[in-house]
């Protein structure tokens, strides 16, 4: 392969990721503006694809005409959750009219939700660009097109998950598994740019075990943690209507002593990580960067517990956490790849 092609191929994967950021970026500026729901379908919004700026776009019964559309795409839902034996779920969505309430048309929240959309789309064609481009390593390197097509299907399938959050109006086990599922999505991009970049694993550090066992318990933490922060704010969502702003976190009840909690552990880990790090002489500069950003990550959140959420802190506490996990799962392949001395 000619080294400008390989080094085109890198560039495009590291695109991709940075797009594939932004879209968690744009989602939790999407949260922080409650405009999830600014587009009642999916994937057009408002059955256009370039949606409205004014109410009087719409028609008079659009509300009635969004809800039996969801309501079908509930049902379909709850067969496939019940084909899968996932019964209790599939009754709860069948049983909850909370589901089929449409708010309020606003311009802001529509476009917001659409930009949101936008950038998904462009991170799409650029998963799909690699996936295409990756086949010129077909002599060399089967295994980076395999983790290219398996990247491409997880997308199609995020891109399935945001159209069920849409339809079940936020329900909060469907958000949360498209969470978990846009955490897979940067692991895998993260591992495909090593591969593209030809990084092998090697023998790790003598004595490094201990280093590595962290780090992997670590990401599992961070990711029990980002869940559970999900469910925090979508609980927090719904107290907009009958809680004060200031009596939010007071309200939240057990979930909310369970993430604040499990965000010492999260912090301990990777100031093991840290100290670990600087006692071995490992020299693993991205380890100072991720105990840096955790310990960001901590002052956001306990801005937001004690200044009632402020909106500004709610995306870069999300961002934070993202970019948290996304260098601990940068680390576990640099691990791999450095000699022993």
Known sequence: MKESTSNFFVLLTKLTLIALMLVVVAGGLVRMTGSGMGCPDWPKCFGQYIPPTDISE????YKDIYAEKRKKKIARFADLLDGIGLTRQASELRNDDTILFEQNFSAFNTWTEFINRLIGAISGFLVLGVFLFSWAYIKNKKWLIFLCAIQ???????????AMTVATNLTPWVLSIHMLTAIIIIALQIKIIRVARGETARTILTNNYFFKGLLYFGIVISTIQILAGT?????????????????W???????WYFHRSFAIAVLAINAGLFIVNYKRNMRLTEVNWLMTIVFLEALAGMGMAYFAVPAI?????????????AIQFHLTHKIN?????
């Open 313 to 325: 802190l709610q995306p870069i506490h999300l961002v934070l956490a993202i970019l948290m996990i």
């Open 152 to 162: 491409l299907i997880l997308l199609g399938f995020q891109a399935w998950m945001g």
């Open 58 to 61: 719409l028609p008079a019964n």
């Open 231 to 247: 469910d925090v704010r979508q609980l927090i969502d719904g107290m907009h209507d009958h809680v004060s702003r200031e009596n």
């Open 249 to 255: 976190i007071v309200s939240l009840g057990s979930n």
């Open 337 to 341: 790849c450095i000699k022993k001395s």
